[in-house]
């Protein structure tokens, strides 16, 4: 293990490549004779095998398709004609858009991504800082890796063995309670700052009615996916399939706006996606594999169990890893790293899966929104001009109002698995 420890942090010092990073080092440790290489081969191919897998690619191509429906541009005037009247109206807009976009995209860089190109620029013009721009809209992002169909929860499920149909449940509320979190924290900086709203006051109800006419296939698609899969109409691979269809359906026939060119480039651009997490997944494997042969985990978590029997006490050590794992390396490698690694222990002390695993999702997804390496802050930052400094300072309040709901759904369960236990019992 001291072969895979000292190459993955040299490695992941010079800055190669995650995925290569934790390929390279689990070869490292394989080279040592531990087990033979072709072993480790036919471990790395076996890990693609998996029909639950079948969800990652068709959910990210259901994402790049609505994503040139029309359905974002429709989104965007709904937020703005119901959050709009609020302080830091257009802030206010981005932070609903994430809860509305996390039924759709699935991806938090995805979505961060997607509102620092449209929303970004207009924010600026408006009078809002980069930095309080950039902040607001990456961290918007961990909404849309809570709220389902999340691709985290997925690989999770898919990994931990857990109910993917009980994740998306256990997803919804902390969802809503994170971006009203989030909104709160705007409006209080917005309110200092004197950052204005973009109209006067709230719109008759017959336009908000109107709206959510206009948008109610969107709003309509995370619903049909959760009753589907939890009446075993579709499973979760089969409601990624369901996915594709009902976005070219959307595109083509009811806004009209998806062409064959745009199509093209959609497919494209979910074959370059679809190419990088499959080749994590795969070296992830290998790695896992590593820490498996070499007993990390049983020794990780005699470890942990040694600093204490209260539950609480090992939760908030694992979250603390997590979080700072986070930091350093790409939420999809650190699902597939560090879930068989710690579940298991979360399990001996009785918190339940699909609570961990919610929590867990959040701190991994934050993790690449913080310095030094996190990956969704560098592409808003880049994408909207921005320094990483700037941008850190700026996004304290809004990582504290992630720690306080962190505190909230440690201290009270239920706020996670009130829906999955009311669901499937």
Not at 272 to 293: Q, R
Not at 305 to 324: D, G, K
Not at 356 to 376: K, R
């Amino acid at each position: 293990m001291i072969y895979l420890g000292i190459s993955f942090f040299v490695l992941l010092a010079i800055g190669v490549p995650i995925a290569f990073t934790v390929g390279l080092s689990a070869m490292a440790y394989f080279l040592s004779g531990q087990v033979p290489m072709q072993i480790v081969v036919q471990k790395m191919v076996s890990s693609t095998q998996s029909f639950s897998l079948l969800a990652v690619p068709f959910f990210v191509l259901a994402g790049n398709l609505m994503n040139e429906t029309g359905i974002t541009s429709r989104l965007i005037k709904f937020c703005n004609l119901v959050t709009g009247h609020m302080r830091g109206g257009l802030a206010q807009v981005s932070v609903l858009l994430s809860c509305l976009m996390g039924g759709i995209s699935g991806s938090a860089t995805a979505d961060a991504a997607m509102e620092s190109r449209i929303l970004g620029p207009d924010m600026e013009k408006r009078g809002y800082s980069t930095g309080f721009t950039a902040a607001i809209l990456a961290m918007g992002g961990l909404i849309t890796s809570t709220i389902p169909p999340s691709l985290g929860l997925i690989l999770y499920g898919v990994t931990g063995e857990v109910s993917i149909g009980r994740l998306f449940l256990g997803g919804l509320v902390p969802g809503i309670l994170m971006t009203a979190a989030l909104m709160i924290a705007v409006a209080i900086i917005s309110k200092k700052r004197d950052y204005k709203p973009e109209h006067e006051k709230f719109p008759p109800l017959s336009e908000v009615f109107k709206g959510l006419i206009d948008n109610i296939w969107a709003l309509l698609f995370p619903v049909i996916l959760i009753v589907g899969i939890r009446f075993g109409i579709f499973t979760p691979s089969e409601a990624g399939a369901f996915a594709v269809v009902y976005a070219l359906v959307i595109g083509m026939f009811v806004y009209k706006e998806l062409t064959v060119k745009k199509l093209i480039e959609c497919l494209s651009t979910t074959a370059i996606d679809l190419a990088v997490i499959m080749f994590i997944i795969i070296c992830s494997n290998a790695f896992g594999y590593a820490i498996v042969t070499g007993r990390l985990p049983q020794t990780l978590a005699t470890a942990i169990t040694a600093l204490s029997n209260n539950r609480y006490v090992v939760l908030f050590v694992v979250m603390l890893f997590v979080f700072f794992a986070g930091m350093f390396m790409e939420a999809t490698a650190n699902v597939l790293l560090l879930t068989p690694i710690f579940l298991p222990i979360m399990q001996n002390y009785g918190i339940d899966p699909v609570h961990f695993g919610v929590m867990y999702m959040i701190l991994i997804t934050m993790g690449g929104m913080t310095p030094p390496i996190g990956v969704t802050m560098y592409t808003t930052c880049s994408i909207l001009g921005c320094s990483v400094e700037t941008y850190t300072k700026e996004s304290i309040p809004f990582v504290a109002a992630i720690v306080v709901l962190l505190v909230l759904l440690a201290a009270f369960p239920q706020l996670v698995l009130f829906l999955p236990n009311l669901v499937y019992g």
